[in-house]
């Protein structure tokens, strides 16, 4: 079964640090560019952060750019958002998708079900 699956969400406080995962079963991937999306309720989806294949480039949105590093570990067929200094504006459902390209920015073709991040005092 293909699927994403993302972890490592919860509840900080303002000026915090988190660490998601997307971790991908069933196929491998190595050979796609993955991105971090996010949404927050009565708020349009955003993208985050994309990581390429093609040449390991990255890009992110200017909301998040300085604080947050994107990475991939194609031994474990996982992907990282390290997000430092979180702020409560950052409080949304990030989840991560691919498709079939090595570029960003991917199709949402393959997505998670996503992981809660809260950034409250």
């Known amino acids: 079964q293909v699927q994403l699956v993302e972890s490592g969400g919860g509840l900080v406080q303002p000026g915090g640090s988190l660490r998601l995962s997307c971790a991908a079963s069933?196929?491998?991937?190595?050979?796609?560019?993955v991105a971090w999306f996010r949404q927050a309720p009565g708020k349009e989806r955003e993208g985050v952060s994309c990581i390429s294949n093609s040449d390991g480039s990255t890009e992110y949105a200017d909301s998040v750019k300085g604080r947050f590093t994107i990475s991939r570990d194609n031994s474990k067929n996982t992907v990282y958002l390290q997000m430092n200094s979180l702020q409560p504006e950052d409080t949304a459902n990030y989840f991560c998708a691919t498709d079939v390209s090595p570029h960003c920015w991917p199709n949402i073709a393959i997505w998670g079900q996503g992981t809660q991040v809260t950034v409250s005092s």
């Open positions: 069933g196929f491998s991937m190595d050979y796609y560019a």
